[in-house]
């Protein structure tokens, strides 16, 4: 028998789904978001690809789907992908980060 085409996105959104809410209890963002505001601060940055995470993690944080997961989670905030581009040391680096705001 072989492995269909919709086994297998079945079988990815499972194991995204696993995966995020893994990361979004670890990841304790309320706490974060709280202590966000209180220092005046009106958005709270997700870095998604921080020398910092694993590559695994990397890759799951820069799936739509992370997106999707974080405004089920939050609807009444405003959440969306950012890509910059930085020059360190005359290389270049892409800066992909998640930014959730509360400002309007």
Not at 15 to 21: A, I, L, Q, R
Not at 25 to 53: T, V
Request: proline share 2%; aromatic share 8%.
């Amino acid at each position: 028998m072989t492995v269909s085409k919709e086994e297998l996105q079945k079988i990815g959104e499972d194991s995204f789904n696993e995966w995020f809410n893994t990361w979004f209890e670890n990841a304790e963002l309320d706490e974060k978001l709280k202590k966000s505001a209180s220092n005046g601060a009106y958005c709270l940055l997700i870095n998604c690809n921080s020398p910092d995470i694993m590559i695994s993690e990397n890759r799951q944080m820069q799936k739509d789907e992370f997106v999707g997961n974080l405004r089920n989670h939050y609807p009444s905030l405003q959440i969306e992908r950012t890509e910059n581009e930085i020059t360190v040391l005359m290389n270049k680096k892409k800066i992909n980060e998640v930014k959730i705001s509360w400002q309007n």
